[in-house]
């Protein structure tokens, strides 16, 4: 049987959830000897340990949320799918991430290694502690097609320029294909929480603040990226193994890819600059030529994203979200870690 060509994608600090809890217990050997390694870095920082975190009784934001704490948990869910992938199903021809997943993408694709992707991630995770910068809102621009709607972006963008006009600090954060992340001051979120125009979509209502979030990818992280560069400069960065996709679309290619140029990327642009992740989907898309994409754990936060780019791309001549529903389990052009029934293809032998 031919492998399927794969585009992994990593998703953001967010994804795990209270849903997530108790997911990185009894997992393979390489996984758990990957967890294990994240459990070694924060007992010799004095913080509690991944395993701990993962097996309390109940899912608590003071200890899961917040952002020294989310990231190397996030980091380890996907890293443990990663893992355990079937490799004789599925051969891997690109990777991309979202926000935090970009630190991720970086050790999947094979372009820092996984003890130095561990303190790259845990110690950004840890400049949040007592230390949220503003905040980030979420408002979806896509139509009930999934194509992305003119009014909503001209909403977005007058948003944007009314906080900006105020003496706030607003801007675009990630373009979270069919969602604006915007980033913005206190004063600039409470702007765009009040200006943007309330919409519905199931049992949420947006525009949406997400829960302890600093302004990410904006001008405010500026002195994050400072503080990042002086203590993380020394990255082992190398070319990747396989095609890497950043958020502003440029492809990191095998051999060829400048580690120092890699490592300025990851430690100054995309901490200060908006990441466009839809762009980075699009590029990988057109690049390497996948058969499927895959959403790596924990949770499944980016299967609506990636499918409203699938649909915009008409990837595989998909034109609609009917039409993506309609395709076979077993030619699905997207399958996720966090949907059970899915996983249970995704993962090779124990």
């Known amino acids: 049987m031919s492998r399927r060509r794969?585009?992994?994608?990593?998703?953001?600090?967010?994804?795990?959830?209270?849903?997530?809890?108790?997911?990185l217990q009894q997992r393979s050997e390489p996984a758990a000897m990957a967890i294990a390694q994240c459990d070694a870095w924060r007992q010799s920082h004095g913080r509690p340990t991944i395993t701990e975190m993962d097996a309390a009784e109940r899912y608590r934001s003071a200890l899961h949320v917040v952002g020294e704490n989310a990231s190397l948990l996030t980091f380890a869910g996907t890293v443990a799918d990663w893992l355990?992938?079937?490799?004789?199903?599925?051969?891997?021809?690109g990777v991309v991430g979202n926000s935090m997943g970009w630190y991720t993408a970086l050790v999947v694709a094979g372009?820092?290694?996984?003890?130095?992707?561990?303190?790259?991630?845990?110690?950004?995770?840890?400049?949040?502690?007592?230390?949220?910068i503003g905040g980030q809102v979420l408002y979806p621009i896509s139509d009930d097609s999934w194509r992305v709607?003119?009014?909503?972006?001209?909403?977005?963008?007058?948003?944007?320029?009314?906080?900006?006009?105020?003496?706030?600090?607003?801007?675009w954060s990630i373009n979270l294909g069919g969602f604006a992340v915007l980033g913005a001051d206190d004063a600039g979120v409470k702007h765009l929480l009040a200006t943007l125009p309330p919409d519905h979509r199931g049992a949420r209502t947006f525009p949406l603040q997400l829960p302890l979030h600093s302004a990410f990818h904006t001008s405010l992280m500026q002195a994050t990226s400072d503080r990042a560069q002086q203590q993380l400069g020394d990255l082992a960065m190398r070319p990747p193994?396989?095609?890497?996709?950043?958020?502003?679309?440029?492809?990191?290619?095998?051999?060829?890819?400048?580690?120092?140029?890699?490592l300025g990327y990851?430690?100054?642009?995309?901490?200060?600059?908006p990441y466009d992740f839809t762009l980075s989907v699009i590029t990988a898309l057109r690049h390497c030529a996948p058969?499927?994409?895959?959403c790596l754990g924990p949770g499944n936060p980016l299967g609506g994203p990636v499918a409203r780019i699938l649909v915009s791309e008409g990837f595989r001549r998909i034109g609609d979200r009917g039409s993506l529903d309609a395709i076979s389990r077993a030619e699905a052009p997207l399958l996720s870690f966090g949907i059970p029934a899915q996983r249970e293809d995704l993962l090779g032998a124990a």
């Open 149 to 171: 709607s003119r009014e909503a972006l001209a909403a977005v963008e007058a948003a944007l320029a009314g906080a900006t006009a105020l003496g706030h600090v607003a801007e």
């Open 84 to 93: 355990e992938l079937d490799r004789d199903r599925y051969e891997v021809v």
């Open 241 to 262: 193994h396989v095609p890497l996709v950043d958020g502003r679309g440029m492809i990191f290619r095998p051999r060829w890819s400048d580690p120092a140029e890699l």
């Open 266 to 273: 990851t430690l100054g642009h995309q901490v200060v600059r």
């Open 6 to 23: 794969a585009l992994l994608v990593c998703p953001g600090r967010g994804s795990y959830d209270r849903r997530s809890l108790g997911g």
């Open 111 to 132: 372009a820092l290694p996984l003890q130095q992707a561990i303190r790259l991630v845990d110690t950004m995770g840890s400049y949040q502690s007592g230390n949220v």
């Open 291 to 294: 058969e499927v994409v895959i």
